[in-house]
């Protein structure tokens, strides 16, 4: 075989090379941050994840909303956690929820409030404090 003196990328020209690496570190981050490095993983959120519950009495908040008891299982963030990092950990920021009513608060690919997280949103608004810090 050929060896490779001209610093190319196995027969691939340097955008594709660049592209490639590009994905491939993509990857690597989005896999550490899911696995090791993801605030899900942190005593807080699990402390205050634990807290809401209570709060709600493990019980869906938004099932209740019809006379329905449903055993929540998922703490979601009204105001998603990518949008507002810094009320991740803020109480009146958390529902708890079933499984069911946590798939229907934002699209799964696009990661954008549904109209059922939207009514969410209008229904817990951030306190005035939080939003200075913000706007």
Known sequence: SKENTTGECAGFDSL?????????VQWAAFYCWRNYMS?????RWRSKRDTALRRDKYECRNCKR????TTATVVHHVWFLRDYPKWWLCLWNLISLCEKCHNKMHNRDSDIPTELGEYWQDKIKPPTSATKKYF
């Open 16 to 24: 594709t090379c660049y592209y490639i690496l590009l994905q491939v």
């Open 66 to 69: 019809f006379g329905i008891t």
């Open 39 to 43: 605030p899900y993983k942190d005593k």
